[in-house]
């Protein structure tokens, strides 16, 4: 019997990682019904983050309206977990829930002038339910406004020369002249705030946030410009108004993190942390991994972005560690799709079977997966004629695939 574990992440705009992984899962039994699949679907802080985590460590959803990201009243939710001696538990805020690419309509992405002034509003919500510890999964976001929303949520006051608030986005951010802190919720001083991000993303320089992700997210050439010369000027104001001594806002790991809201709480002291060990290592995923003859992963794009901090990359770079073969199913393959075999990617395929627009691409991504997964079984069948020798058998004994 071959057992196969899926992680895959969630397919942006479409399917959720739980979904990703019941898809691939069914694809597989048509073609492999014998096999022992393993579900693991992984989240980085993005899309299903806070649900996800509710359910693995027995928490609760809290639901709730904030401000979403083109400045309207959004249904969102945060999640509370359990402490194990009682006690006020851990919120999780999941920064896509609220100002997520999802909840920016097609025809309004202008991250000049989207917020996340909805992440500042949950966490206060959740200090108000009794969380005295905040974690804040970055990811799949929908601005690029260095984080002031959220921090004009919690009270600061972000003020141009003539002593006017500045409204929402990054594009304001130029005019910025001076940070009030004096109207911070005073219960930020006594909170555990952690951050869980990308630690390749930064805010400024040639690889800042603005330039590598704002084209995405809609922001022209132009925009591109503004925006990245704006956050450079955020980070000058906040390091010398706000952030602790001795931060560095500027190329600091995740401080670009959702659009620069990584540096944004990391001036209220927040600490920044590579996702990966909050997200992954209590799943024991190394654990998992090595018991595989193979492991499956996926996400929406496969691109050059992919050996840096997404999970692909990671699961990949893991079982490569542990010589277990990794298979790795995409909505879109980009440009430099190919650089993710050098993450331990062993090989890749693109799950549409022809052409497609996007919204039809993403109503049927569930569908598309799921064929793409038989479809991938089968060659594996092919190659290995699994159904007339077990295949060759690695240093524990244990059958393998062959390739």
């Known amino acids: 019997m071959y057992r196969i574990v899926v992680a895959p992440s969630g397919l942006k705009e479409s399917l959720s990682a739980a979904e990703a992984a019941e898809a691939i899962a069914e694809g597989l039994a048509r073609a492999l019904p014998d096999a022992a699949v393993e579900l693991l679907p992984l989240v980085d802080g993005g899309e299903g983050t806070a649900r996800a985590l509710a359910a693995a460590g027995g928490g609760r959803v809290v639901p709730c309206l904030a401000t979403g990201p083109v400045g309207e009243p959004v249904s969102t939710h945060y999640a509370l977990l359990p402490e194990p001696h009682g006690g006020p538990g851990t919120a999780v805020v999941e920064m896509a829930a609220v100002a997520g690419l999802a909840l920016v309509p097609v025809g309004r992405r202008d991250p000049a002038r989207t917020t996340t002034r909805g992440v500042g509003e949950l966490v206060r919500a959740a200090l108000d339910a009794g969380a005295r510890r905040i974690l804040v999964g970055c990811g799949d976001s929908g601005t690029s406004d260095g984080g002031a929303g959220a921090l004009q949520a919690l009270g600061a006051r972000l003020l141009d020369a003539a002593g006017r608030e500045l409204p929402p986005g990054g594009g304001a951010l130029a005019r910025l002249d001076r940070v009030d802190a004096t109207g911070l919720d005073p219960r930020l001083a006594t909170a555990d705030l952690a951050v869980a991000t990308n630690p390749f993303n930064v805010l400024c320089g040639p690889r800042g946030v603005a330039r590598v992700f704002g084209p995405q997210k809609g922001a022209t050439p132009e925009q591109v410009d503004e925006l990245s010369g704006a956050l450079d000027h955020w980070a000058t104001v906040l390091e010398r108004d706000l952030a602790p001594r001795g931060v560095d806002l500027r190329t600091g790991p995740g401080t670009g993190a959702s659009g620069g809201l990584g540096a944004g709480l990391a001036a209220l002291g927040a600490r920044l942390r590579p ?70 990617v062993d090989a890749y395929h693109g799950i549409l079977p022809a052409p497609v627009a996007l919204p039809e691409a993403l109503a049927r991504a569930r569908e598309f997966l799921t064929d793409a997964a038989e479809r991938a079984a089968r060659m594996l069948l092919l190659g290995s004629r699994l159904p007339a020798r077990a295949g060759a058998a690695d240093r524990s004994g244990r059958p393998r695939p062959t390739h």
Do not use: N, S, Y
């Open 275 to 344: 996702r990966f060990e909050v997200f992954l290592d209590h799943l024991d995923l190394d654990a998992r991994l090595a018991a595989a003859d193979l492991v499956i992963t996926a996400e929406g794009a496969l691109d050059a972005q992919t050996p840096f901090g997404k999970i692909p990359g990671e699961v990949a770079r893991r079982a490569k560690a542990l010589g277990v073969p990794v298979l790795a199913l995409a909505g879109t393959l980009g440009e430099g799709a190919g650089e993710v075999h050098l993450t331990g």
